[in-house]
């Protein structure tokens, strides 16, 4: 486990830290689950398991965090502070997204609808064991404004969707 620093008497791990994999390779193994994800709020990858081929954990991580950012207003539009899950249902894939210690989210993606209690509940487990692990603190960052954040955004969705050599 490699400790990167301390913030109020916890050690900050690095990311890619051994132990954000294993419990998120005992997740992808008690759910069933196809991937777990442990990502920043700010759209970054932590840390990745289970089968990960098949898609941009960069851009997922990216676009998530945009997601529940807008949720998150949505959220105080209805009276709350935040959601801390959300559930996106497709035709074959799900996602399930939750809040976990310190300033970050795991997402897990599962192919099995009748799988949602079962992956909720280890998902439980696994930001109770994730919160015994320190996760890295936000990063302290100046208000964005509007331009700049659509700059970003539409650089983002650029890249996303550019041809990959095959």
């Not at 301390?6 to 890619?16: E, Q, V, Y």
């Given at each position: 486990?490699?400790?990167?620093?301390?913030?109020?008497?916890?050690?900050?791990?690095?990311?890619?830290?051994?132990?954000?994999?294993r419990i998120l390779e005992d997740l992808i193994k008690n759910s069933q689950a196809l991937t777990a994800l442990l990502i920043t709020?700010?759209?970054t990858v932590l840390a990745k398991a289970?089968?990960?081929?098949?898609?941009?954990?960069?851009?997922?991580?990216?676009?998530?965090?945009?997601?529940?950012?807008?949720?998150?207003?949505?959220?105080r539009l209805v009276g709350e502070n935040q959601f801390s899950i959300l559930l996106q249902q497709g035709e074959l894939r799900h996602i399930h997204i939750s809040l976990v210690a310190g300033d970050a989210m795991m997402v897990?993606?599962?192919?099995?609808?009748?799988?949602?209690?079962?992956?909720?509940?280890c998902a439980k487990k696994a930001a109770e064991r994730l919160g015994e692990?320190?996760?890295?603190?936000?990063?302290?960052?100046?208000t964005i404004s509007l331009p700049k954040f659509k700059e970003y955004a539409l650089n983002l969705i650029d890249r996303l969707f550019e041809p990959q050599p095959e």
């Open positions: 486990m490699a400790t990167v620093g301390h913030l109020n008497g916890r050690a900050i791990i690095a990311p890619d830290s051994p132990s954000y994999g709020k700010q759209g289970g089968e990960t081929d098949y898609l941009n954990a960069t851009a997922v991580a990216a676009l998530v965090a945009g997601m529940f950012t807008a949720t998150r207003e949505v959220a897990v993606i599962f192919e099995d609808n009748n799988r949602i209690g079962l992956i909720r509940h692990v320190a996760l890295p603190a936000a990063p302290e960052f100046d």
